[in-house]
């Protein structure tokens, strides 16, 4: 299935027919329980672990915590949210559309496979279903350490989801890395204002 454009009636459309659709992410599970180290990531995928430091304010680790799960970040990073909740729960749809042909943006639809909002290390998983341009998982983990210290740590795995996309596979690493980058950089932002 090649990544639909879509407006913003189309994305919730697409959310909604997607609500029992299994996840692409083969191996799912891939980047293992947010609250332990990930596992090694799986072969024949591209992998991404990025790692930030956000501060060691009070407040911090919630702030990041309510723009993450939230889908602010992805809305800061330049993405329209769709999602079933306003605040990421397991199982949920979330459609993020990336900005295209005017009111078109490519849809790029994910589950959240896991959430969690307690404890120094906070986050969610989000797994790839049908439409979106690869196969994988993306895990957002927030960690308070002992220095007090929160830090983010981006870990993905993914590969073309369609024999089209992967003859682009260079230029999908590429948009992937910015991605990350506007995704790092919009989390930090929105912490800021705190």
């Known amino acids: 299935m090649t990544p639909p454009l879509v407006t913003r009636a189309g994305a919730d459309r697409l959310r909604r027919a997607l609500a029992d659709a299994p996840s692409t992410a083969d191996p799912a599970g891939g980047t293992g329980t947010i609250g332990t180290d990930p596992p090694p990531l799986p072969a ?15 407040g911090l680790l919630e702030r990041a915590t309510s723009v993450l799960c939230g889908y602010e ?8 949210v769709d999602a079933d909740h306003p605040f990421a729960r397991a199982g949920d749809v979330v459609v993020a559309t990336a900005p295209a042909l005017g009111p078109l943006g490519v849809a790029v639809p994910c589950r959240v496979t896991q959430v969690v909002t307690t404890g120094d290390r906070r986050g969610m998983t989000l797994a790839t279903l049908p439409g979106h341009p690869v196969a994988g998982e993306e895990r957002f983990e927030l960690r308070r350490g002992a220095d007090g210290i929160v830090r983010v740590v981006i870990t993905a795995y993914s590969r073309p989801a369609t ?5 682009t596979a260079p230029a999908m690493r590429l948009g992937q890395q910015v991605v990350t980058r506007a ?3 919009a989390l930090r932002r929105g912490v800021a204002r705190s």
């Open 44 to 58: 024949g995928h591209h992998h991404a672990v990025r790692i930030r430091t956000l501060g060691d304010r009070a």
């Open 73 to 80: 970040m992805h809305r800061r990073a330049g993405f329209r």
């Open 163 to 167: 024999s089209l996309i992967a003859r």
């Open 183 to 185: 995704f790092l950089a």
